[in-house]
């Protein structure tokens, strides 16, 4: 992970990309006991948004760096990143908000905890869930906190549907 | 039915433990982990309306990219 965090802070400084911030199952282990997952998610906010291949430059700078695509990934050493563009104000606002970590002596972005949970419960599925029982379990966020957040990004009706799912509540 | 019942506290126990780990230690963990899952999942059989891209991530690592 630590040629993850080099890889994405120099990418950052070359001007590839306007930022970054790791999201998904690797920054819900800064919370959580570890998980089980294939990749690295990260998001990235691009320079130009509007191009159709909007992930190319990101791709040719890897190869510059002798890493390769690996299906919808890059392999960089052990893991295979996946480089995901914001898709909604939520993703801009994580990306916004997110925590400067240190991994091992090297800055790493990464999507806080709250974020984190209402992302999950904006894609719905199974394993997403389980990341928000994950997160409130460790008290890194609490229900009024994802309540509060989902309602500003319109997902009261699917907060409301988890808690009652999960929360017996 | 209290043995049972101590595994599960025995196992909670430890799972807690683990999330007082550091960040660093716990992505190690995760890359230990996935190795196991790549292994596991290329022993499924294939579905290709489904698995195609979960199968391709999970491809075995050639030496050179280790």
């Given amino acids: 992970m630590k040629l993850v965090a080099r890889l994405l802070n120099e990418m950052l400084a070359a001007g590839v990309i306007a930022d970054y911030a790791l999201f998904g199952a690797v920054a819900q282990m800064r919370y959580t006991e570890p998980v089980a997952t294939l990749d690295a998610d990260v998001l990235v906010a691009v320079q130009a948004p509007e191009r159709l291949d909007v992930l190319a430059p990101i791709y040719q700078f890897c190869a510059g760096k002798g890493y390769s695509p690996e299906g919808e990934a890059v392999r960089v050493g052990a893991w295979p990143v996946q480089f995901v563009p914001l898709f909604s104000e939520l993703t801009r606002e994580a990306l916004a908000q997110a925590d400067t970590a240190d991994f091992e002596g090297v800055s790493l972005r990464v999507v806080r905890a709250d974020y984190l949970a209402v992302i999950a419960l904006s894609v719905g599925r199974a ?31 699917a907060w ?3 808690r009652t799912r999960f929360l017996n509540d | 039915m209290t043995d049972t019942r101590e595994l599960f506290e025995c196992q909670a ?5 683990r999330r007082q780990l550091s960040w660093p230690e716990k992505v190690r963990m995760a890359e230990a982990i996935r190795e196991s899952l ?19 991530k999970a491809a075995p690592r050639s030496p050179s990219q280790s």
């Fill in chain 1, 127 to 157: 394993k997403d869930f389980a990341r928000i029982l994950a997160l409130l379990e460790s008290g890194s966020v609490s229900p009024d906190g994802i309540a509060a957040l989902a309602a500003r990004h319109g997902l009261s009706d």
């Fill in chain 1, 160 to 162: 409301r549907r988890f």
């Fill in chain 2, 13 to 17: 126990a430890w799972q807690a433990g």
């Fill in chain 2, 38 to 56: 790549v292994r596991l999942r290329n022993t499924r059989p294939i579905d290709p309306k489904t698995d195609s891209a979960e199968r391709l």
